[in-house]
């Protein structure tokens, strides 16, 4: 592995840091394609001195993304949005995109590359995300028939935008809306494990043509969440039903406000309808040897910060 060069692109996102750190672990040199690089300079330390170099590329264009894997021997695609706006379109960022990195990595004769999708990628998804997600895999199994393409669902950790964002609402808000009454399902998965299988991908030849849906040990509905979230904070807030048609009201709002502002699009809802696991017979973690680690080792730790405090002189720090 210490002879390889891998080009991560993305890798200054909440997932393609660890996936950084996870590859810097095993001696391999480290292009991390970005497009702002500067942005991405906190990654350096993750690594020993020259393990780490930064790029900036933009994947939608053709000869940035040839640029970013010249000499490269593997590569990892972890670049994806969750709302359209400021010129970032879903099929040009989850297809034309993956497309591209897919026919260069061919082109090049690459040894692995490895494809980060999601849970809900489907031609016949009725959002664009989960279409464009579907178009972007069709597009690396073309071009790059061994790749290894991860399909996980929610991810958490400390710096996710999930667990985050409910529990910091508590702070402004006195009840977390149950959109659509809270039934949707998810599988959350945490941050590391996913890193380490997209490491796999790289590592393990046997992985080659192989498309893996990871998803944690327990399934919750979105209500169950949303109770957790509660319990590890615990603050008492009510949770409010807010029906479909009122939450697409809300959507709408939020189409209009730039991108990564909005706390819910009208694509995010369409997602929101649809349960977020792992499909029955799919390959996952099992396929692979490894239990994955459930919520409950892990975001009491980084969602303390939201607890509310008070100070008593004799006693010390209470929650309340």
Known sequence: MKDRLVTVFGGSGFLGRYVVRRLAQTGVRLRVAVRDADRALFLKPAGDIGQIAIVTCDVTDPAQVRAALADATDAVNLVGILAEGGGARFDRVHADGAGNI????ADLGLTSLVHVSAIGADPDSPSAYGRSKAAGEAAVRAAFPKAVILRPSII????????????????????????????????????????????????????????????????????????????????????????????????????????GIAPLTTDQLKMLKQDNVVAEGAEGFAALGLRPTPIEAVVPEYLIRYRAWIHRPRDGAAES
């Open 102 to 105: 897919a026919r260069a990595a």
């Open 156 to 259: 958490f950790g400390p710096e996710d935008d999930f667990f985050n964002r409910f529990a910091g609402m508590t702070r402004i808000s006195p009840a977390l809306p149950l959109i659509g009454g809270g039934t949707s399902r998810f599988q959350p998965v945490w941050v590391v494990d996913v890193a380490e299988v997209a490491g796999r991908g790289v590592e393990e030849p046997a992985l080659a043509g192989r498309t893996f849906e990871l998803g944690g040990p327990r399934v919750y509905t979105f209500g169950q969440i949303l109770e957790y979230i509660l319990t590890v904070i615990r603050k008492h807030r009510g949770l409010i039903p807010m029906p479909w048609p009122l939450a697409g009201l809300v959507a709408k709002f939020g189409d209009l406000l730039p991108a």
